[in-house]
Structure formats: C-alpha cells, structure tokens
C-alpha cells in the first residue's frame, strides 16, 4: 500500500499533522521510536498549551495519543534511518523495512547535528546509523558501536555477534556493561573520522582506534542524513515556506525541527499547516496521475 | 498603568498569547466585543485541535476561557476603534475610553476589507466608526448609520437623540425595527461616498442619500483603519515576520488576520509565537528606557 503521507516523529507536531490528515481522509502512517523521546515527556508542568492548565508534559502527550486513536492512526515504533524520492513516491527505510508514501512530514524535533567531524563524507563508506540495515557488511570486522543512549546497546549486542572485535562507545553515563567477551568498552570522547575511500579508524580524545566501520546509533538522526537535498537556514533548521513546505516537494517539516520557540502549541499549529499542505499536495498529484 | 501588552481579539489566537504573556509574568489586558463573535464559537464539531476530539467550538472556546482565568487576566468587553504609538506606547481608544500599552497585538480574525468605495478616504472627514467617540461632532446634522449587525442599533439609537435626521442602513435582515420619529430604515446596499474637502452624500444601489456623516458600525474594525502604517500582503492580510511581528515594531498579529488556514491550532500556534515575541520586545525597551 501506498499511504497518503509518513509523520517521521509522534510528539506535538507530528501528531497534530496526522490528525489533520485523517480528517480530511488521507491514510497516515507515523513513525517515532519511543514516545519517552519526545522532550515534552520530561516536562513537570506545561500551562501554555492553550486548553490544558496544570498538567504535566507526559500527561498532556498522552491526550494527543488519546486524540490519534480516535482517527486509528497507525504509529509505527521504528527508526527511519533515511528515506528518498523517485517519481513523486517516497521510499522509507524504517529500520531495514520499507514503506512507501505521497508525501513525507518531518517532525523530528529539535535539530541534531551530525556527531563526528566529517561523519557526513563517509556515510555509506563505512560509517553506518543501523544495525540490521548494515551488520553482514562488517561479519568477522572489527568495528566501532558510538551509543547516544542505553537503547544502543540493544544494537550493539546484535552487531558483537558478527563483529569479530567491537568497540563500545557510550556518549552516556552508565556504571556497568554487560557485553559478549569481544566488546571493549571505551569511555573516550569520539572526535572524528580517518580513511581514504573507506573508513580505517575513529580518532578519540585520546587515542585512535583502528577499525573497518563505525556505528552511530541515535535517538533520531540527524535531517540532512535523511534525505538528500533538503535545504537548511543557517542556523541550522529544515528551511520551509509558510506551507510548511520544504525545499523538496511533498516533503514538509514542522515543530521544533524548523526553528524556535520550541513549544507545543508553536509545534501543533505548524503541524496543523503541514497535515493540510501534505493533504492538498496529495490530492494535487493523485489527480495528475489520473489524467497521465 | 501601562500594560505590558494589548491584546485586541479574544480568539484562539488573542486567548494563547494571553496566556503565554501571562506565564512570562507579563501584565495583559484583552479587548473583544464578544465571545460569540468568534468564528470558532459557531463551529458545531472542533475535532482537529490536537488534544480535544468532538467538542464544540463553543465548548472549546470555553475551554479557553477558563485557561486564561486561571491566569486572572483582564479581558475587556469594548470594541477597540483605533490606537496609535508614541515613543514605544501605544495608546488604544477602546469606544473612547483610552489605554496604554508597551505592545500590542492584533488577533482580529478573517481581515475585513473596508465596506463602501472610497470610504478610507473619508475617514475623519465625515465617515466614522464610533458613536460616542464622534456623535456630538453631528448634533443637529443629517447622518446615515451603516449597521453590520443588530448590536449597531443602539449606537444608532445614542446617535438619533443627536442628529437632526438619521439614516439607519442594515447589512442584515430583520422584519422590524423600533427607533424614534427621526429615523428611516432604508433597506439598499450601500455603495460610496460623495464628497469634497468632507463627505456629503452616501450612494446607495438606488439612490442617493445628503448626509453630513456616515457612521459604519461593525463588530470589528477594519485592519487598515485600526492604527497608520500598517503593511499588507498583496492577499490582502497583515505582514509579519516569522516572530509574528508586523511593519510596527512592538505590534504583533497573529491567526486568520495573518493568513490562511483558517484553524483554531494554526491560530494558537502563532498566538503563542506572538505572546512571547511581545514578551520579549517589552523586555527589551523596558531595559532601554531604564538606561536612559
């Protein structure tokens, strides 16, 4: 099936998108790893949401969710690693499965850059944000593994069963690891990137660490891993027209991930715009399609 | 006193920047006609503003009454007839009664073009927009008195104790109409104004009225004749920047009178964008003027 449009991201934004695509009939599905990775779960307290007073930030997520049901929208809990266009169909890669789509909303929050220096020039030539997408490629390699937070052990402990040798590098605190005997962990800042045509090492804080691939595994990656040729402003947000469109057609952003301030109701009313831009967008080539 | 910040429009979009003011512990003071002149209060289903499902825009709007009277703050039942600044106060003629404020912001719903040909022209010349404000400038005079809805009947009963002769003209529909002897209800579209250095005549479709004045009674004045020197997208929709700020620096606008669509979380999304622009901004002069 082709769905009518992908929410990459289940906070605010991305679920006000959806819920104004299931009322103007359009079949949605989201994507979001952990509803947890929504900042406003760990907000004590939201008052300015207007409508709600005095209720905390888990609480005031959980009516959203309580909204999207009642639409039965399909919330998917997988990571995009990336996804592309080809012929007015979007192609998304959710952890090693695909999904196809007529338009794509980004309400990833706010905006991540990428990790290392230029992690970006060897992506696909041995730096790699997926375990399963990637893992064979690197059997009996020694390999790298950095982890934005405890969730990328899981990823981790895939890849220790192919990796001949695998380094384990936590960007978070945490007192014991409890990996297969071939994972080292190394507790040292990783700074960058060496190779030529392929990766040959991660350069640390103090020390340089030879291996053939580096897994960087976060929460959500960053956008301009995304997709390629989405436009950015220079303070680094997803660039969008009043539409809420962005430099690629059909690909739409809101919420935290196209600027400050970073706030619910700044999020869903621009994941309102987003929903009903995607909705007519949707309806414009299906109807061009038709007449082909 | 002088407010941090006039809110004219008691809407999602007016109520959200309230709310946000206040939550950043500013002083707020919000004008409105009243509620049910929202468009919102006469939607029979709201189901698309994230967090309620099935209620009614009056329920909603309820809704957000409560949340600002959580936040005691003032709101206040006049219609604002123009305002002006003056070394970074604004000052508000709310139907002749005056206020002041370091910022304001405009939340007045789906922009009104002016209604007759040529009428901004005139204004201050014969054409007016406020009873008490202009009333005795007429007495003993002939005047017509342009009613948008039945709430324009009681200015045109304070003004027919003034003038000479009064002309009541109605935008809608009504069997009948209880005014004094010098009254006539004259049921014709009007169309222009006639006049020189002051207005003398008011075209209707099929005929032509003397008059020394025009009184235009409506529910919400015009953006263009509310404060001079305000911009305006060719669609006919206040200007403002992506922190909701318009052409004036220290007046904010936010929801339909900035374009479309025409939503309730669009609305309280830049409402709330507004809110803590203002908030910001007043910060700011106020530090200004203390260094001074």
């Keep these: 099936m082709i769905y009518d449009c992908a929410i990459i991201g289940a906070g605010p934004a991305g679920l006000s998108a959806a819920v104004n695509l299931a009322q103007t009939n359009r079949s949605v599905i989201v994507f979001t790893t952990k509803e947890e990775d929504s900042s406003i779960y760990r907000a004590p307290e939201v008052n300015n949401y207007l409508g709600f007073f005095g209720v905390s930030g888990k609480e005031l997520l959980q009516s959203f969710y309580d909204h999207a049901a009642k639409y039965n929208i399909e919330i998917v809990r997988k990571k995009v690693i990336n996804f592309y266009k080809s012929e007015n169909i979007f192609t998304i890669n959710a952890n090693n499965e695909f999904y196809e789509a007529y338009s794509v909303i980004l309400a990833i929050g706010t905006p991540k850059k ?131 469109q962005t430099s690629i057609e059909g690909l739409f952003a809101a919420g935290d991930v196209v600027g400050r301030p970073y706030q619910v109701a700044k999020a869903v009313g621009e994941g309102q715009i987003a929903g009903l831009s995607a909705s007519t967008y949707v309806k414009r080539i299906k109807e061009a399609d038709k007449k082909d």
């Design 114 to 244: 990428t990790l290392l220096e230029n992690e970006a020039e060897f992506v696909g030539r041995g730096i790699s944000y997926c375990a399963v997408c990637d893992g064979m490629l690197y059997k009996g390699r020694v390999i790298a593994v950095v982890g934005e937070s405890a969730e990328a052990e899981e990823e981790a402990e895939y890849l220790s069963e192919l990796a001949k040798k695998l380094y384990y590098i936590p960007l978070y605190k945490k007192d014991e690891f409890h990996f297969k005997d071939n994972v080292e962990v190394v507790l040292s800042r990783p700074k960058g990137v060496h190779g030529e045509d392929f990766v040959n090492a991660v350069e640390l804080e103090d020390r340089i660490l030879n291996v053939d691939g580096i897994f960087i595994i976060r929460k959500t990656m960053p956008a301009d891993q995304l997709i390629y040729g989405l436009e950015f402003t220079e303070e680094g947000y997803i660039k969008v027209d009043k539409n809420m």
